[in-house]
């Protein structure tokens, strides 16, 4: 997999439950709250580590792999023992949104499809604009992004290029068939969990009469949250080292708090003016939308964010599909400093 690609002999060769459920993406849209919402089902097992991204091989500058896994890359042995206890589950499943990040690591659909072609897929979305914020935030908070949101969505197309569904969906429809593809909306799941819940267990061919407790949300973002400051990157990855890990506390407190108040600010997200960001993102994503709609067969009326004065059904084209291949995004975040 150092090349990206997968190992075929290894794979085939590999004894084990093979997982045959995908929550594919996307990123910030309530992946990990339906992860844990699906493990509830009695004929569902979903990985109890989540985002393995097994087949989405890549390197980024920390030198990682996955979520956090050491280089060299694990091999198909420590992803299958992943489900190792799914028993007689129909389904045993995994969530890693990297799959849908085509503009940073293409093929994804086709190795999930060479590895097991009665594969399903679950794609979640969100209001995109809504998503493209919450990602901002999210790398905020991880210590990635270091500059305001509106000039980091100009900058750094992975937060557009992750909420262009279709884009990222397209490669999926076409590899597995629009049958065994599921769309399905975080607003969706919040106005009426059961009747949607009840919808994809028929689609999956399980038991629909199983209750699912979706009080409990997971992965969400705190309100105030520290940003690192943009000349300060030295500093920063000083003080989330092993290093200073090992000697703060040789160091008086004024010591830790005059070395963070330079190297972050902190950052109440209730008081900080989206309204310019919105702007921009409503221009940039408002035109992905119909091919969506197209490959859905539907509208997105609950994306309220995203629609000033609702969906326009008429802005759709026969042509709408065949402008993805030629989508050009630039490179993830983490190849830009």
Known sequence: MATCELRANEVRKA?????????VGAMKAGSTSLHEYLHQHPQIYMSRFKEPQYFAPHRTRFGLWGQGNPLPEPGIDWYLRLFADAGDAKYAGETSVSYTARHWVPGCEERIWNFNRDARIIYLMRDPVERAISHYWHFVAAGRENLPPREAMERRDDYVARSDYAYQIEPYLARFGADRVFLVTVEELDAAPRETFNKLFRWLDVRVDVPIDVDERHNTSERVIRQSRRLARPLVLFLRGWRWACWKQRFPGWVTRMLEAAAFRTVDRARVNLKPTIEYLRKRLLP??????????REFPEWTTLYQDGPNLGALTTNSCQNLAVARYDSHIDCLW
């Open 15 to 23: 004894a084990g439950r093979r997982p045959n459920l995908f929550v």
């Open 288 to 297: 992905t939308v119909p091919a969506l709609a197209e490959l859905a067969g």
